[in-house]
C-alpha cells in the first residue's frame, strides 16, 4: 500500500511532516511586529455574512475574577465574580474586538463594586468598542452568617446574586439587582387534610412541605442605595421561612412551628413579596418569580408578579428551570 504524505506528524516510512511545527517561547512582538497583524475589524464591508442588519447585543460571559464588595456595616468582602459583558453592533460592521471588554474591566479591577463603579466601566468599553449601547452583569455568591432559630448557632447562608448595568443608546444608565431567595413552604390545603384526617379518623399525616426558591430583580431609583442585606431582610419579613444552615433538634422543631405558622401557597409568596418590595421607596421596579419544587407532585407550582410601572417590568418571566434549588 503506498504510503500517503502527512502535512503535521512524521509518515510510518519515517517521512518527515510536509510542514513544521514549533513554538518559540523566547520570541516577543514588538511595536512594528503587532502593527503589521491582521486586524479583522479593518475587513471589507462585503466580509459580513448573513443579513447586513445590527445586533443588539454580542460580547462575551462567564470570565471571572476576584471582586472586591462592600457589605451594609462597611466591611469589604472578596468574592469571586462571573461576569457578562456585551455592547451592541452596528450593521456595516463585521464584529467587535471582544478583548477591550475585558482589559476595559481590568483597568477597574482594583476598585469596590457600586453602581456608580459598574457605570464608569460601561462608559469606558463604550468608548473603546465604540458602540451605542451597552450591559454589564456581575453574577457572585454573598454570605451572609445566620443564627439558627433556638439553638445559638450560627452558619453562612450563601445567596446567589447578580448586579447589572444598562447603558442605553439614549444615555440613560439602569441599574439592577438579581437576588435568589430559598426558603420552605408547607401547603396550606395539604395542612388542612391532615387535620382533619387527624379529627375525623384519628389518622396521623404529614403535610406536604417543599424547598422553594424566589428570584427577586429590582432597578434601584435614582440616586438611591439598597444594600444585598435589605433585599434578604425584605424577603425573610415576607416569607419568614427561610431555609436553614446549623441546626440542632430544637431548631428543627422550631422550624417545623415556623412552616405551620406561615402556610403559603406560590400565589401566597409572591403577594407577600410585593407587599415587601412595594413599601421601599429605594426601589423604583420590582420583578418576582416564584417556585415550589412540589413533593406532592412531579411538576412545580410558579408564579409571577411585578410592580406595574408603566414602561417597566412585565410578568414575562418563563426561565422556571433557573429557580431548582
Given at each position: 500500500?503506498?504510503?500517503?504524505?502527512?502535512?503535521?506528524?512524521?509518515?510510518?516510512?519515517?517521512?518527515?511532516?510536509?510542514?513544521?511545527?514549533?513554538?518559540?517561547?523566547?520570541?516577543?512582538?514588538?511595536?512594528?511586529?503587532?502593527?503589521?497583524?491582521?486586524?479583522?475589524m479593518?475587513?471589507?464591508?462585503?466580509?459580513?455574512?448573513?443579513?447586513?442588519?445590527?445586533?443588539?447585543?454580542?460580547?462575551?460571559?462567564?470570565?471571572?475574577l476576584?471582586?472586591?464588595?462592600?457589605?451594609?456595616?462597611?466591611?469589604?468582602?472578596?468574592?469571586?465574580?462571573?461576569?457578562?459583558?456585551?455592547?451592541?453592533?452596528?450593521?456595516?460592521?463585521?464584529?467587535?474586538?471582544?478583548?477591550?471588554?475585558?482589559?476595559?474591566?481590568?483597568?477597574?479591577?482594583?476598585?469596590?463594586?457600586?453602581?456608580?463603579?459598574?457605570?464608569?466601566?460601561?462608559?469606558?468599553?463604550?468608548?473603546?468598542?465604540?458602540?451605542?449601547?451597552?450591559?454589564?452583569?456581575?453574577?457572585?455568591s454573598?454570605?451572609?452568617?445566620?443564627?439558627?432559630?433556638?439553638?445559638?448557632?450560627?452558619?453562612?447562608?450563601y445567596?446567589?446574586?447578580?448586579?447589572?448595568?444598562?447603558?442605553?443608546?439614549?444615555?440613560?444608565?439602569?441599574?439592577?439587582?438579581?437576588?435568589?431567595?430559598?426558603?420552605?413552604?408547607?401547603?396550606?390545603?395539604?395542612?388542612?387534610?391532615?387535620?382533619?384526617?387527624?379529627?375525623?379518623?384519628?389518622?396521623?399525616?404529614?403535610?406536604?412541605?417543599?424547598?422553594?426558591?424566589?428570584?427577586?430583580?429590582?432597578?434601584?431609583?435614582?440616586?438611591?442605595?439598597?444594600?444585598?442585606e435589605?433585599?434578604?431582610?425584605?424577603?425573610?419579613?415576607?416569607?419568614?421561612?427561610e431555609?436553614?444552615?446549623?441546626?440542632?433538634?430544637?431548631?428543627?422543631?422550631?422550624?417545623?412551628?415556623?412552616?405551620?405558622?406561615?402556610?403559603?401557597?406560590?400565589?401566597?409568596?409572591?403577594?407577600?413579596?410585593?407587599?415587601?418590595?412595594?413599601?421601599?421607596?429605594?426601589?423604583?421596579?420590582?420583578?418576582?418569580?416564584?417556585?415550589?419544587?412540589?413533593?406532592?407532585?412531579?411538576?412545580?407550582?410558579?408564579?409571577?408578579?411585578?410592580?406595574?410601572?408603566?414602561?417597566?417590568?412585565?410578568?414575562?418571566?418563563?426561565?422556571?428551570?433557573?429557580?431548582?434549588?
Amino acid at each position: 500500500m503506498k504510503k500517503k504524505p502527512m502535512y503535521l506528524h512524521r509518515a510510518a516510512d519515517g517521512t518527515p511532516p510536509r510542514i513544521k511545527r514549533g513554538y518559540d517561547a523566547k520570541f516577543r512582538a514588538p511595536p512594528a511586529y503587532r502593527a503589521t497583524l491582521p486586524d479583522m475589524m479593518e475587513a471589507a464591508h462585503d466580509a459580513i455574512q448573513g443579513a447586513n442588519v445590527p445586533i443588539q447585543q454580542v460580547g462575551i460571559h462567564n470570565f471571572r475574577l476576584p471582586l472586591k464588595f462592600r457589605t451594609k456595616t462597611g466591611r469589604t468582602l472578596t468574592l469571586e465574580g462571573s461576569v457578562t459583558g456585551t455592547v451592541s453592533l452596528e450593521a456595516e460592521l463585521k464584529g467587535i474586538n471582544m478583548s477591550r471588554i475585558m482589559r476595559s474591566f481590568y483597568e477597574h479591577k482594583h476598585g469596590t463594586m457600586t453602581a456608580e463603579w459598574m457605570g464608569r466601566i460601561l462608559k469606558t468599553y463604550l468608548r473603546r468598542v465604540d458602540s451605542k449601547a451597552a450591559r454589564l452583569k456581575v453574577a457572585f455568591s454573598y454570605p451572609m452568617l445566620r443564627p439558627s432559630l433556638r439553638s445559638g448557632l450560627e452558619g453562612w447562608q450563601y445567596y446567589e446574586v447578580a448586579f447589572e448595568g444598562v447603558m442605553t443608546r439614549d444615555g440613560n444608565y439602569r441599574r439592577f439587582i438579581h437576588f435568589d431567595f430559598v426558603y420552605s413552604s408547607a401547603c396550606p390545603c395539604s395542612a388542612e387534610l391532615t387535620e382533619h384526617a387527624r379529627d375525623r379518623r384519628g389518622t396521623y399525616g404529614v403535610p406536604h412541605s417543599q424547598r422553594s426558591k424566589a428570584r427577586i430583580t429590582i432597578e434601584e431609583a435614582e440616586g438611591r442605595k439598597i444594600w444585598i442585606e435589605d433585599v434578604q431582610a425584605h424577603c425573610l419579613r415576607a416569607l419568614q421561612t427561610e431555609t436553614q444552615v446549623m441546626v440542632k433538634r430544637e431548631d428543627e422543631q422550631a422550624f417545623a412551628e415556623l412552616n405551620g405558622a406561615h402556610l403559603k401557597f406560590v400565589e401566597d409568596a409572591a403577594r407577600l413579596l410585593y407587599r415587601e418590595f412595594d413599601a421601599d421607596k429605594r426601589i423604583k421596579d420590582f420583578q418576582i418569580a416564584c417556585s415550589h419544587l412540589e413533593s406532592l407532585h412531579s411538576h412545580d407550582a410558579v408564579s409571577v408578579i411585578c410592580k406595574g410601572v408603566s414602561g417597566g417590568f412585565t410578568a414575562d418571566f418563563m426561565n422556571f428551570g433557573s429557580l431548582l434549588c
